[in-house]
Structure formats: structure tokens, C-alpha cells
């Protein structure tokens, strides 16, 4: 069955592969890696764990025989393989006691069902908040080139915020956020930091499945482990002393209890003229203490130098870290193996500096770029972008792959938002003449473009991009490249069942992978530096370094 798929796949795609000069890559190469990396004996690939350190051991003697040289830090006047990330590492001792209180009558909540609270991130050793106020501020926006505030006229000093996920015209469809399209106002981490700034003492934010893109499982895996953030001057700048999330259900029973209905303040919400709402006679209490400190994660960084212009670099990256250790599934399985999320993105970014290694020296350098903790707010990429090894003014593009999928071949591919830019078009170019359509994302409302390691390089102005595999499958189409999506988020995305299947032929992989070669090759061996689209909100910044390119 499986030689009868790939002579229908090579008839039905003229794969880049078996063009001229196309480096070959090997699916069984792929699946080794994937299936070594995401397994039990590597602990979910938590930063700061024993996990990290065989994840560092694996990748750097894969990238060693792969042929490729250390780019990282320096030291006695040489490159490590390694950029040290010093990060604030946060966890919850103990079993947090919470609860609400509603017209005098209190009910207790329990961590990871009606609530996930995450660490204290601001710098707090303890956190002991009684009965702190409770204000709805709709979708926590404050956007003064949209003419929204949804913190008008309210002071929300030592109390807690409830905001919505996603942006005002989600549900809609249309509106001042850009439709479906999830603004940056729309995701969580904005709403934790404009919180912060609103003197908040603490958010939570409703989820909902839909607008969130993920179900509660995810929530409750991501937020109620520990947690990291890069080390902040001032942490509590941009942290409330209580971040978390609140389930629904336990949000509509509140606002009942409170007199108030959801449903109609969610509408309203969604209204320019929306008014933050005290919950009457409602307060939340929180006591926990926190064990904070700052360790030492690592990125992984090889390179290869340029043949003529040494100082112009190409970017790869990938996270290499997944959750780690955490709370027990239904089949009492604790640990967050990472096999798509992101094992598959470290194996290619290992190949592909194989395929370059094999092939001339570029003029330019190229860099691959393996990051640590993603999965805790970007903060390997975020280190890299604010630190960089390599000037920012002078990297040409960075092309990230997160979460590739390890099934057959697919007809067409995406990238994580639809940001414009001449890398993308490039790489638009490149499908096409592989016989490959491209889809813009088909999930805006997702916001996906701010959940992948180009973002930190993109709101710096480097032109950066998120690969994403298709969903028209050769073998069943897009029914069956989209009911494998919506399976793995409800089932597998952070989640311990992200783990290798034999099954898999990784026969996508295989195809999709010298297209991405090709894009960086290209760009490593011409003069050109592609740019953000005319009406980009990261054209600007990049024109701004325009002066240190050639």
C-alpha cells in the first residue's frame, strides 16, 4: 500500500526533490530524529532540565556530523554551539488555594479545572490577594489608533481584570480588528501585559475554544506548570502579580451570580462604546507561594560562513523545547513528548544544514538557529532578536518551521499569518514551480503569526516567515488534511499524545523540505534583501537600518 502512494504521489506532483541540483532528504533519517527526540527518555524537552541537556547533546552531534560549524557564542575568541539565555524560571509550590466570592458565599476552585493560574511572573515570592474586586473589561484592548479603550473611565488598582480572548470582531467577522484576522490586540499576552500597565493586580482571561483556537486541555497544560520569561528589568511592567484563565462555563455562572449576563456584556464588548463593568458584590482571593529564580537555557546556533559576504546572514530556525514534565492525562501519561510540536522542526532544520553542508559554500552565511523555550512566550527567539550573535540590520530573512506534519504529501502549504513581504512572494514563486499552490492562512483568527519563533525577528523589521504544511492531501484532500488538523489540536497539541507514530512516512517532509532549501539558497547566493510590503507595520523599522545593508 505504502509503494502504491508514492508512484501515485510522484505521478500527481512534479516534486522539487528530483529537480536538477535539489539536495535529496531522507525520510527515515527524519523520523529517527523525531522519534529519538520526542521520547520518553527525554522528558518532554523542558528548558533547564535533564531533558534540555540531551536535547543540546543530540542536536549539536547531529549538527556536527551533519557537517556544519558552531555559530553561538564566544569564548577565548571561538563560537560555542551554544547562546546562553539567562530566563526567570517561576512555579507554583504546592496546591494554590483560590476562590471566589459572590454576595458572601464562597466557592473554592481547583487549579487546572475552573482555573489555570500560572506562576507569579512580576518578581513575587508569595502571592496573598483577599478578595480583590472583580472587573469585566471586555477584550482588555486599549487601542488608541483604533479609537478603542475598553479601560475607559475605570481605575483597576488592586483589582482583578476578566477580559475576553481574540479581538472584538471575531464573532463578527468584520470590524476595526481586521476581521477574522487576529490582531496582536487578540492574543493573551497582550492582554497580560496592557493589564500591567492598567495597574491591574491580576487578569483572567475567558476561554472559549473557538476564538482561542484550543481547547481547555491546552490551557491547563501550558499555563499550570512552570513557567519562564527572558529576565526583565522591570518585570512588573508588563506582568500582573495573577495571570491566568478562567473556563467559561465557571464565567457565565459568575456574572449569573453577580446579576449579570454574559452573553449580552459579550456583545456589548464588541462595541466601540463598551464600558468595563464591576462585578457587584464579587471578589477573588488567591494565596500561593512561588519559587522563583533565574537559570541558564541555551539555544543551539551552527552556521556556515559565507563565501564573499561573510556579515550578510540567512536564518533557519526552530524551537527545540517542548512542556516538559506536567500534569497526568487520562491514561496517566505525565510526560509532553513534542513530537510534531517541535521535533519535526528541529530534524529539518538538522537536514537542511546537512543539504547546505553538502553543497558549495554560499556567499552569504547561513545560520540555524535552535531555540529554546517557545513554548513559554518565544523567549529563545526573543533573546536571540534583542541579543543577536549576528546584526539584525544585516540578516537577510529568517525561515522558521514549527510543527511540520509528518504525514503524506500535500498539494499546497501556508505560513503562520499572511503577513506581505518579498519573502514571501519568493517562496510563493518557488511552490508554484513545484507544483504547489499557496493558501493563505486558513485560520487568521488563530493569530498564529504571533505564536512562532520569525516573530520576535519580524517585529524588528527582519522579513521573516513561518512555514506551514498544506491541508489538500494527495491521499484524501483537504477533508482529510483538515480533520488530521482539527484531531491533533484537540487531541495531541500540547498534549502527552504528541508522540511518533510509526506510521508516519514523513513522505511530506520529504517533498516540502528543498523548497525551503531553495528560498534560503537563493537568498544566500544574490545581493537581494526582500522587504516588508508597502502598508507593513514592520516596514519602517527595517527602513530604518537601511544604511547598514549594501
Not at 513581504?421 to 510563493?428: C, N, T
Not at 532549501?517 to 527602513?543: H, I, M, V
Request: hydrophobic fraction near 40%; charged fraction near 25%; glycine fraction near 10%.
Amino acid at each position: 500500500m505504502k509503494k502504491l502512494l508514492v508512484c501515485a504521489i510522484a505521478l500527481s506532483l512534479p516534486l522539487l526533490a528530483q529537480a536538477a541540483n535539489a539536495p535529496q532528504f531522507e525520510a527515515k533519517r527524519l523520523s529517527e530524529a523525531v522519534k529519538t527526540l520526542s521520547s520518553d527518555a527525554f522528558e518532554g524537552r523542558g528548558p533547564a532540565t535533564a531533558g534540555e541537556t540531551k536535547t543540546l547533546e543530540y542536536v549539536i552531534a547531529g549538527m556536527k556530523e551533519a557537517g556544519l560549524q558552531p555559530g553561538g557564542d564566544l569564548q577565548d575568541g571561538k563560537r560555542l554551539w551554544i547562546q546562553a539565555v539567562p530566563l526567570l524560571r517561576a512555579e507554583i509550590e504546592g496546591k494554590p488555594e483560590l476562590s471566589l466570592t459572590v454576595g458572601g458565599k464562597t466557592q473554592s476552585l481547583t487549579q487546572g479545572e475552573q482555573v489555570a493560574i500560572r506562576a507569579a511572573m512580576d518578581g513575587s515570592k508569595s502571592v496573598d490577594v483577599k478578595n480583590a474586586p472583580l472587573v469585566f473589561v471586555g477584550y482588555g484592548v486599549h487601542a488608541p489608533e483604533r479609537k478603542w479603550n475598553d479601560f475607559d473611565g475605570v481605575d483597576l488598582k488592586g483589582k482583578i481584570a476578566i477580559a475576553l480572548i481574540n479581538d472584538p470582531d471575531f464573532e463578527t467577522g468584520s470590524g476595526d480588528f481586521g476581521g477574522k484576522a487576529m490582531t496582536y490586540y487578540g492574543r493573551w499576552t497582550y492582554k497580560f501585559e496592557e493589564a500591567a500597565r492598567q495597574g491591574a493586580i491580576g487578569l483572567l482571561v475567558v476561554h472559549e475554544s473557538a476564538p482561542a483556537s484550543y481547547g481547555w486541555p491546552t490551557v491547563k497544560n501550558s499555563n499550570t506548570n512552570t513557567m519562564f520569561d527572558v529576565v526583565r528589568d522591570h518585570p512588573g511592567s508588563v506582568h500582573p502579580q495573577i495571570e491566568g484563565w478562567i473556563q467559561r462555563d465557571a464565567t457565565v455562572d459568575l456574572f449569573k451570580q453577580a446579576g449579570l449576563d454574559f452573553d449580552a456584556l459579550k456583545k456589548q464588548a464588541q462595541t466601540r462604546g463598551f464600558k468595563a463593568v464591576t462585578l457587584k458584590d464579587a471578589t477573588f482571593s488567591a494565596k500561593y507561594a512561588v519559587d522563583a529564580k533565574v537559570i541558564t537555557s541555551h539555544n543551539i546556533v551552527a552556521r556556515i560562513e559565507g563565501s564573499k559576504r561573510p556579515d550578510e546572514t540567512v536564518i533557519y530556525s526552530a524551537h527545540w523545547d517542548h512542556l516538559g514534565i506536567g500534569q497526568p492525562d487520562a491514561k496517566g501519561d505525565t510526560i509532553y513528548n513534542g513530537a510534531v510540536d517541535n521535533a519535526t522542526g528541529t530534524a529539518a532544520l538538522i537536514e537542511i544544514g546537512r543539504a547546505f553542508a553538502k553543497a558549495p559554500r554560499p556567499e552569504r552565511s547561513v545560520v540555524f538557529l535552535n531555540v529554546t523555550a517557545e513554548e513559554k512566550g518565544l523567549l529563545g527567539s526573543e533573546y536571540y532578536s534583542s541579543k543577536p550573535l549576528y546584526p539584525l540590520a544585516t540578516t537577510v530573512a529568517v525561515i522558521n518551521m514549527d510543527a511540520l506534519d509528518p504525514f503524506g504529501v500535500s498539494r499546497n502549504f501556508t505560513t503562520s499569518g499572511s503577513a506581505k513581504s518579498e519573502l514571501l512572494d519568493a517562496l510563493i514563486a518557488d511552490g508554484k514551480a513545484a507544483g504547489m499552490a499557496y493558501v493563505s492562512d486558513p485560520h487568521p483568527e488563530a493569530g498564529y503569526f504571533f505564536r512562532s519563533d520569525h516573530f520576535p525577528f519580524a517585529k524588528r523589521g527582519v522579513p521573516a516567515l513561518s512555514w506551514g504544511s498544506g491541508n489538500d492531501w494527495v491521499d484524501g484532500g483537504i477533508e482529510a488534511g483538515e480533520a488530521a488538523g482539527k484531531d491533533y489540536t484537540s487531541k495531541r497539541y500540547h498534549q502527552p499524545a504528541d508522540e511518533w507514530d510509526p506510521s508516519w512516512t514523513f513522505a511530506g517532509m520529504v517533498h516540502d523540505l528543498p523548497m525551503l532549501y531553495k528560498l534560503g539558497n537563493d537568498l544566500a547566493n544574490s545581493n537581494r534583501w526582500p522587504q516588508w510590503g508597502a502598508d507593513s507595520e514592520f516596514r519602517a523599522t527595517r527602513e530604518a537600518t537601511a544604511g547598514q545593508r549594501k
